[in-house]
């Protein structure tokens, strides 16, 4: 069992930047990837970032290639989302999930999923 808390949402302008946390506890959080998908109002799940269980495969959506950084430190159980020139349309419920070993785009092949955490991005 892994469980995951989001934290590091807020309020900011547009341009702006933000760093997400999912923090872990549990099971050996090392063996697994980890992703990020976000939610807006009325809108369905979307996968935003994903990195391997070593660190050595990440994977972006379109939308956020060159302005997201996801990384981890496994020695401190926790994965980041770095958020550089957040756009009102990056508005949105963040969560962070976890699977074995490999990263994935849908979210439905992620066993652990947090709270969420809110960004909310203001033009």
């Known amino acids: 069992q892994v469980q995951l808390v989001e934290s590091g949402g807020g309020l900011v302008q547009a341009g702006g930047s933000l760093r997400l946390s999912c923090a872990a506890s549990?099971?050996?959080?090392?063996?697994?990837?980890t992703g990020w998908f976000r939610q807006a109002p009325g809108k369905e799940r979307k996968f935003v970032a994903s990195?391997?269980?070593?660190?050595?495969?990440?994977n972006y959506a379109d939308a956020v290639k060159g302005r997201f950084t996801i990384s981890r430190d496994n020695a401190k159980n926790t994965v980041y989302l770095q958020m550089n020139s957040l756009q009102p349309e990056d508005t949105a419920v963040y969560s962070c999930?976890?699977?074995?070993?490999?990263?994935?785009?849908?979210?439905?092949?992620?066993?652990?999923w947090g709270q969420g955490t809110q960004v909310t991005v203001s033009s």
């Open positions: 549990g099971r050996t959080f090392g063996s697994y990837a």
């Open positions: 990195i391997n269980w070593n660190g050595a495969g990440t």
């Open positions: 999930a976890a699977r074995a070993l490999i990263g994935s785009m849908n979210g439905d092949d992620y066993a652990y």
